[in-house]
């Protein structure tokens, strides 16, 4: 998919405190205000809270996201409703989101202020994609999609309940509301979905009808004579989702692997309602690569916006919410930024890269040697990228936060040998054929053992590969002030220590510490940034972990694919692969896990619940 860059909504203020879009001549809200035409056009046009009660999910989305009065709205009617539902799924796609400054300023003296803080602190760098908010400690869930709604809306996957169809007017932004928009909202509509409106137009009523939708005028609030109501009743079969579970398929899991991937899918899993078992072949997690003393996490920048430079740029700010939410304490960590040296381009093109693509500063910027230099506290020898919202965290702590979420229960010494499909889903044999775990659900995030286990159980391999990494650490007093990676990385520690890293090598098993490996991490940190290790080996220390992953470095993440398919059955687009019922994979992500993990934990648990 081509994604295209955000350019944030321009809005006029008026004395009063309403806001006009200058790019559609058109107000945000009508005259009764916009938290009045939340509840009266889209929460009762969709008879909500009513048809929430006592649901553990209910999905509603919403095209065009504005100053964020009607999800702030829904999210006060769920908190102030006794049966409201264990979680509120809420998408919204917006081509031009607010600034923060706008969206504090909408905000101001609203009666929902804590509410509306929260959504400030959360607001994302305005970068085109995916960026899901966990609020209320995951009962509201939040997914912003940013992009023109022509091009995200296919690629999203989701069931709605509600549809709350809120563009700028048809005659001013016609692109929102085509029919093969409504055509898409249809698509993913559960049975007997709602959809509200405060436009009647005849073009919205026609494709509603063509979609399968059944409307009504009602009347309207503050001098709007009437407002739309529609519900989902298709004269046609609805096609039920390759990849969605049952409802009444029971919410157990086992995740095998109890590193970064296993611990952030177990995790999402329980948030999701699933009663989760990890199992792990050593007696504690994160015994692997997830056991080093910390690591880095950042986003990407690429000359085409393609499916790296997404995937990461997706996950890093995930990623970067998920490290500042937890206890310094028991997750040491810093999400402060990181800096990463630019060795091929100069930094006119550097910049002309962001100017292109619209990436804000508070995403990325592009600095001097010389202004590299004053952030990092020491001299750099060339351009860098700024990553504001990049950072380190100790990994092993992260997995233990993940797996202490209630709802998961880690089973340590439990090599899984084999796997068996059987009528309840998929068994975890150990080698003398003895069942260890089985649930509906397995997510095999064991690294390179996931080929062990796949071809024991018919399917090819992957190309997976292994490299042994080796990380250098000395404890001195040292200038450098925040992560710096290019040729390897310099991590100073909060206890005045610095991480260095890390080696390269294939083939290698040998799993202790060696001075000669670490000699190259000091040489590379030399180059990096300037600074000399202790001379003196007995102040070294490290350790030792392996790498996992594809040659072409994106993650195998999500449903796996199937040993057999149908004849006739396409197979030119990955989306079109058959899948295997109930087992999942979370694996592969190399050296960026830490970066990986929290969001492709999420996508897992997703597509499963």
């Known amino acids: 998919m081509r994604t295209e860059p955000i350019v944030p909504a321009r809005i006029a203020w008026a004395d009063d405190?309403?806001?006009?879009?200058?790019?559609?001549?058109?107000?945000?809200?009508?005259?009764?205000?916009?938290?009045?035409?939340?509840?009266?056009?889209?929460?009762?046009?969709?008879?909500?809270?009513?048809?929430?009660?006592?649901?553990?999910?209910?999905?509603?989305?919403?095209?065009?996201?504005?100053?964020?009065?009607?999800?702030?709205?829904?999210?006060?009617?769920?908190?102030?409703?006794?049966?409201?539902?264990?979680?509120?799924?809420?998408?919204?796609?917006?081509?031009?989101?607010?600034?923060?400054?706008?969206?504090?300023?909408?905000?101001?003296?609203?009666?929902?202020?804590?509410?509306?803080?929260?959504?400030?602190?959360?607001?994302?760098?305005?970068?085109?994609?995916?960026?899901?908010?966990?609020?209320?400690?995951?009962?509201?869930?939040?997914?912003?999609?940013?992009?023109?709604?022509?091009?995200?809306?296919?690629?999203?996957?989701?069931?709605?309940?509600?549809?709350?169809?809120?563009?700028?007017?048809?005659?001013?932004?016609?692109?929102?509301?085509?029919?093969?928009?409504?055509?898409?909202?249809?698509?993913?509509?559960?049975?007997?979905?709602?959809?509200?409106?405060?436009?009647?137009?005849?073009?919205?009523?026609?494709?509603?009808?063509?979609?399968?939708?059944?409307?009504?005028?009602?009347?309207?609030?503050?001098?709007?004579?009437?407002?739309?109501?529609?519900?989902?009743?298709?004269?046609?079969?609805?096609?039920?989702?390759?990849?969605?579970?049952?409802?009444?398929?029971?919410?157990?899991?086992?995740?095998?692997?109890a590193g970064l991937a296993g611990a952030c899918t177990a995790a999402a899993l329980a948030r999701q309602g699933f009663e989760v078992q990890m199992l792990d072949a050593q007696a504690e997690p994160a015994q692997g690569s997830s056991g080093n003393p910390a690591g880095l996490f950042h986003a990407t920048v690429h000359g085409e916006d393609g499916i790296h430079a997404r995937l990461f740029r997706a996950a890093a700010l995930h990623a970067a919410r998920c490290i500042a939410a937890s206890d310094g304490a028991r997750v040491p960590h810093a999400v402060q930024g990181l800096l990463r040296l630019e060795q091929q381009l100069d930094l006119a093109a550097m910049r002309a890269l962001i100017e292109r693509q619209c990436l804000p500063a508070d995403f990325v910027q592009a600095l001097?040697?010389?202004?590299?230099?004053?952030?990092?506290?020491?001299?750099?020898?060339?351009?860098?990228?700024?990553?504001?919202?990049?950072?380190?965290?100790?990994?092993?702590?992260?997995?233990?936060?993940?797996?202490?979420?209630?709802?998961?229960?880690?089973?340590g010494q439990a090599r899984v040998a084999e796997l068996r499909r059987d009528d309840g889903g998929w068994a975890c044999l150990d080698a003398q054929g003895h069942v260890i775990a089985s649930a509906p659900q397995l997510v095999l995030a064991c690294a390179d053992q996931v080929n062990t286990l796949l071809q024991g159980a018919g399917w090819p391999a992957f190309p997976l590969q292994r490299q042994r990494g080796q990380v250098s650490q000395f404890s001195e007093a040292l200038a450098l002030r925040m992560p710096v990676s290019g040729d390897g990385y310099a991590l100073p520690l909060p206890d005045g220590g610095l991480l260095c890293g890390a080696t390269r090598g294939g083939d290698d098993e040998d799993p202790q510490p060696r001075d000669e490996d670490h000699r190259a991490n000091f040489t590379r940190l030399q180059r990096l940034c300037g600074l000399q290790a202790p001379a003196d080996p007995a102040r070294w220390s490290g350790r030792v972990g392996w790498r996992v992953g594809p040659p072409d470095r994106l993650p195998l993440a999500g449903p796996m694919f199937a040993r057999q398919r149908q004849a006739g059955q396409r197979l030119d687009q990955a989306r079109l692969l058959p899948r295997e019922p109930g087992l999942h994979l979370a694996c592969g992500f190399g050296a960026r896990g830490i970066t990986l993990a929290p969001l492709l934990g999420e996508a897992v648990a997703a597509v499963i619940a």
Do not use: C
Not at 379 to 390: E, K, N, R
Not at 392 to 408: D, E, I, K, N, S
């Open 368 to 411: 001097s040697a010389a202004d590299a230099s004053l952030r990092a506290g020491l001299t750099l020898p060339s351009p860098a990228w700024f990553y504001a919202q990049g950072g380190w965290v100790a990994p092993a702590a992260l997995v233990r936060q993940q797996l202490g979420q209630p709802g998961v229960r880690f089973v």
């Open 17 to 257: 405190g309403s806001a006009h879009s200058i790019d559609f001549g058109d107000p945000y809200q009508g005259h009764a205000g916009p938290a009045a035409q939340a509840r009266h056009v889209f929460l009762a046009g969709n008879s909500l809270p009513a048809r929430w009660a006592g649901r553990s999910d209910f999905s509603i989305a919403e095209t065009g996201f504005g100053l964020g009065h009607n999800f702030i709205a829904t999210w006060k009617a769920w908190r102030d409703d006794p049966q409201r539902p264990t979680r509120l799924h809420y998408v919204a796609v917006d081509a031009h989101p607010p600034a923060l400054s706008d969206l504090k300023r909408a905000h101001g003296d609203a009666a929902t202020g804590d509410l509306a803080a929260q959504l400030f602190a959360a607001w994302p760098p305005l970068v085109p994609g995916l960026h899901r908010f966990d609020f209320d400690g995951g009962g509201v869930q939040l997914l912003l999609a940013l992009g023109d709604v022509r091009r995200l809306l296919p690629e999203l996957v989701f069931s709605a309940d509600a549809f709350y169809l809120d563009g700028f007017s048809p005659a001013r932004n016609a692109a929102m509301w085509e029919p093969r928009v409504i055509k898409a909202l249809a698509r993913r509509a559960r049975p007997g979905a709602t959809a509200a409106t405060w436009s009647v137009a005849g073009n919205l009523r026609r494709a509603l009808t063509t979609a399968g939708f059944e409307w009504q005028r009602e009347p309207g609030i503050a001098g709007k004579r009437e407002v739309l109501r529609a519900r989902f009743a298709p004269h046609w079969a609805q096609p039920k989702a390759a990849a969605q579970v049952d409802d009444s398929s029971p919410r157990r899991a086992v995740v095998v692997g």
